[in-house]
């Protein structure tokens, strides 16, 4: 002890408590407890010390730590690169973080390009995109716009824009007061949806100015998908734009849905030289914005989008030699991408790295929705549907175009039998048409079909899978079902409700028919002219061909004959009996 | 017969070492591979520990919590670089308390830390106290106030201390490690964290005097 100062056995005396001295320490410190009572004092308050600091309460972690240290984790791992420096809570901006901005930077950059463009397409009135059925203004929408606009005029003075107006009315289709229709409207919770989507992709409420466009906002989640069977139910031509369309619907049902299609699969598939709308499903609106800006990157880091124009500089091949002319740019489709997915459209050349990009998320998950491809002229969209009525070819000129049909008509084709292709559809999935499809058809007997027969001898694209082509034109709506001799698909549907939806469509029809016979003449005075370029400026009737697919899920089972009672419950075992 | 401290160390000397633990060492390997998922698993394993550290560190709950997750995304950053030669529990514990030890230093420069900040915080925890104070078998009604007041001092002593003394008194005092460990963390010798460990005990025994000569007398 003798040996040992104060301040070091101190030391030692806390070491001991700690239990971290030698044999010789701690056979020094305990002769000296035994020997010295001050030393024992100053290890009992030592040791009162270590219990009371030791004895302070601890705290569980908060949980948003876990959350974010995950969620940064996980961002680094989507981003392939562990070795990625991490944004950290105390705001420090590291690459990543960077990297993002930049991103970010480059979205909002195409972000503003899709809106231009989408504009300047807006200003030829013709929208098409996933989701555009749902999106597209209705009959109400338009009168509204107008009534704001001439309301906006008057007080401005403006007797142009005014005229404008007008005029703007007159290519309307068709409006039509009937108290069943808005009836219809009423039971149509989808178009409902559609026009609030629509209003606040512009940013305005219900009873704000007019909206020429649609803005490149997301839309909301709730906003539909195109939805043939409501389609058909209700007040039909939903895409009413002040120019004519034609949509062509490819209804097919299989048991698989295309939301779980793999990355590994979809690589697999062939795509021609059709672009591809990939859907790519997204678990938060934060991972939405993230997945928008590394599309965009990609898309524009592979030159499939010009950000400074928003144009695709893929160069012209295959179906746009062929006059085709493929709506929208590549790029994200704004308007269809809600908090869980997000629309991007792609050239195929491109499509590589985007699946690159994709298989590089958690989900990866993708839905092909394909298309839409646009064509442009009335003509043309009857010639790729193999609709075209004319006499044969009374000159080579003529012959020249004719044989040009027929190549738009295998294109065609190709276009659909491509989009099954993509999903490798196994015929045996597909079901009959849905009843209403069938029932629909028949009051276009009443009035001479804008759209007639196919060509002789030319092969049906969709016939042999048994699904439904329905071809809408405004303002006439005519349907051609090719499966329509499948009437036993009626059974079972509501027949009051089939006759009243009849009767609806028949006075529909009666009702355009003077605005059809208008647009008859005018339609043949375009024949009578040669053939168009094709390009956006020079057409004056821009046809929107829309290819959709309807995932849905099979068909139930059929029932059990009526002939075979279900046997009551507790009829064999009731102990009653 | 003196009754030998039971520190939980066997071995001397800061020679202790503890084992890695397997569970650990897997879920390294796995992060290192690629499955970012098994870093949450090290996340969740440690969270607690590394965030009552960095507040008694900082004093701090909102401070501590930023440094916790600070950590985890640096052990993260870094994970490639970290051999095993220690456990994991070891190494973001270092990174964990260099951050903390930075942001005091940092916050000293700028302004004097508040230790009502921690007292306040300890306040929360007057509950818990004051239910610890019951199972020792306290029934006197003023028990949990006099605890927590005793544990405000300690917060207010143990925020008295200098950084350096405070991070090693944390580790040992609250956290368990030992002077190896401590060592591996802060970076210096087992017998630098012996002095270091002796002289905040006798500063926080000298700040605690009168309560513990109380306490003393009352039990």
Not at chain 2, 101 to 115: E, I, M
Request: aromatic share 4%; with cysteine.
């Amino acid at each position: 002890m003798a040996n040992v100062d104060p301040e070091q056995l101190a030391e030692l005396i806390s070491a001991y408590l700690d239990g971290e001295l030698n044999a010789s320490e701690t056979e020094l410190v305990e002769r000296a407890l035994r020997d010295d009572p001050a030393a024992r004092q100053l290890m009992e308050e030592l040791r009162r010390t270590v219990e009371l600091v030791s004895d302070l309460p601890r705290h569980a972690a908060p949980p948003s730590i876990l959350e974010d240290v995950c969620a940064q984790v996980e961002r680094a791992e989507l981003l392939g690169d562990f070795d990625a420096p991490i944004a950290t809570p105390g705001g420090r901006r590291t690459p990543v973080v960077a990297w993002l901005s930049m991103a970010a930077a480059v979205a909002i950059v195409a972000f503003g390009t899709v809106w231009y463009a989408r504009e300047q397409w807006s200003a030829d009135g013709d929208m098409s995109g996933s989701g555009v059925v749902a999106l597209v203004p209705t009959v109400d929408d338009i009168a509204r716009d107008r009534d704001d606009e001439t309301t906006a005029r008057r007080q401005t003075g403006d007797k142009r824009s005014e005229q404008d107006a007008e005029e703007k009315t007159a290519h309307v289709p068709f409006v039509v007061a009937d108290k069943d229709l808005e009836k219809s409207k009423a039971a149509s919770p989808k178009k409902r949806t559609a026009r609030r989507a629509k209003e606040e992709s512009v940013g305005e409420g219900p009873s704000k100015g007019p909206q020429p466009s649609l803005g490149p906002v997301y839309a909301k989640s709730e906003t539909p998908a195109p939805d043939l069977a409501t389609i058909a139910k209700t007040d039909i031509p939903v895409p009413i734009r002040p120019r004519a369309s034609a949509y062509f619907y490819a209804n097919a049902t299989i048991d698989q849905k295309i939301s779980t299609t793999s990355v590994g699969e979809l690589r697999r598939h062939t795509f021609d030289n059709e672009p591809v709308q990939l859907r790519i499903t997204v678990p938060t609106a934060a991972r939405r914005d993230w997945a928008t800006g590394r599309l965009l990157a990609t898309l524009a880091k592979n030159e499939a989008v010009d950000l400074a124009t928003g144009e695709s500089n893929r160069p012209a091949a295959g179906l746009a030699d062929a006059g085709f002319f493929f709506h929208g740019s590549p790029g994200v489709n704004f308007e269809a991408t809600d908090d869980s997915r997000v629309l991007v459209r792609v050239p195929p050349e491109t499509l590589g790295a985007v699946l690159e990009e994709i298989d590089r998320t958690p989900e990866r998950r993708v839905a092909l929705t394909s298309g839409p491809a646009t064509v442009r002229g009335l003509r043309r969209i009857r010639q790729t549907l193999g609709m075209e009525k004319g006499s044969a070819p009374a000159d080579e000129a003529l012959a020249e175009r004719s044989s040009l049909k027929r190549a738009y008509d295998l294109e065609g084709a190709g276009l659909f039998d491509g989009l099954f292709g993509l999903v490798e559809l196994d015929p045996d999935l597909l079901t009959p048409l849905a009843p209403t499809t069938g029932e629909v058809a028949e009051p276009t007997t009443d009035s001479e079909p804008l759209v007639g027969p196919p060509a002789p001898g030319r092969e049906e694209p969709a016939a042999e899978m048994g699904s439904t082509v329905e071809v809408f034109e405004t303002p006439t709506v005519a349907r051609v079902d090719r499966s329509s001799e499948d009437e036993t698909n009626a059974k079972g549907a509501d027949a009051a409700e089939q006759q009243e939806h009849r009767s609806l469509v028949r006075r529909r029809l009666e009702a355009v028919e003077n605005q059809r016979q208008a647009s008859a003449a005018r339609e043949r005075r375009w024949a009578a002219t040669p053939d168009e370029p094709l390009d956006r400026e020079s057409s004056q009737r821009p046809v929107t061909l829309v290819i959709c697919l309807e995932v849905a899920k099979p068909a139930s089972p059929k029932p059990a004959p009526k002939d075979q009672p279900k046997p009551r419950p507790g009829s064999e075992s009731s102990p009653a009996q | 017969m003196v009754e030998r401290p039971n520190a939980g160390n066997e071995a001397a000397a800061g020679q202790a070492v503890r084992p890695i633990p397997l569970e650990d060492l897997e879920l390294v390997e796995r992060v290192k591979s690629g499955d970012a998922a098994a870093y949450a698993d090290l996340v969740r394993k440690y969270q607690d520990r590394v965030f009552n550290t960095c507040w008694r560190i900082c004093g701090n709950l909102e401070s501590a919590r930023d440094l916790t997750q600070d950590a985890f995304l640096r052990g993260f950053e870094n994970i490639s670089s970290f051999r095993q030669q220690s456990g994991f529990y070891t190494w973001i514990f270092r990174v964990a308390v260099n951050l903390a030890l930075s942001q005091r230093r940092r916050d000293s420069r700028r302004r004097t830390v508040s230790l009502d900040q921690a007292a306040d915080a300890s306040g929360t925890q007057a509950a818990e106290l004051a239910q610890r104070v019951e199972e020792r078998g306290g029934n006197d009604p003023s028990a949990p106030a006099k605890a927590a007041e005793l544990r405000a001092r300690v917060v207010r002593a143990l925020g008295g201390l200098d950084q350096d003394q405070r991070a090693v008194v944390v580790l040992r005092d609250l956290e368990g490690m030992n002077y190896n460990e401590i060592g591996q963390i802060l970076d210096i010798p087992p017998g630098t964290v012996r002095s270091r460990l002796h002289r905040a005990r006798a500063a926080l025994r000298e700040a605690l005097g009168p309560t513990q000569s109380r306490e003393t007398s009352n039990g």
